[in-house]
């Protein structure tokens, strides 16, 4: 079962930024194959949407939340897809998950229930 690796997490004040990367676990598994997303779960609450792109990489889509501090982004040469967040806020606390979708449209996915293949997670926490 193919697996995405999550990392780049950690502690950071706020306003500062970090970069979380997800990438295949076997090398066969060609992320720009598919459209891809990053969520988020703090303690208590359900999975979030956070950000989207598409198979393509033409299309792109935030949560309000995030809009304007946070990028996708994807390096095709390193099979890996980037979440770049700045500004960062305490309300920016919680596990932060990659997830693929196999498909040929190019378009972005922003449910949990539309993805098969998911990251481990990797916890940001934002101190005040």
């Known amino acids: 079962q193919v697996q995405l690796v999550n990392s780049g997490g950690g502690l950071v004040q706020a306003g500062d930024s970090l970069r979380l990367s997800c990438a295949a676990s076997e090398i066969t598994f060609t992320i720009s194959r598919y459209a891809m997303g990053w969520f988020r779960q703090a303690p208590g609450t359900e999975r979030e949407f956070v950000a989207a792109?598409?198979?393509?990489?033409?299309?792109?889509s935030y949560a309000d939340s995030v809009k304007g501090r946070f990028t996708i982004s994807r390096d095709n040469a390193k099979n890996t897809v980037y979440l770049q967040m700045n500004s960062l806020k305490p309300e920016d606390t919680a596990v932060y998950y990659c997830?693929?979708?196999?498909?040929?449209?190019?378009?972005?996915?922003?449910?949990?229930?539309?993805?098969?293949?998911w990251g481990q997670g990797t916890q940001v926490t934002v101190s005040s």
């Open positions: 997830a693929a979708k196999g498909t040929i449209a190019s378009v972005t996915f922003t449910h949990t229930y539309d993805y098969t293949y």
């Open positions: 792109l598409s198979r393509s990489g033409s299309s792109t």
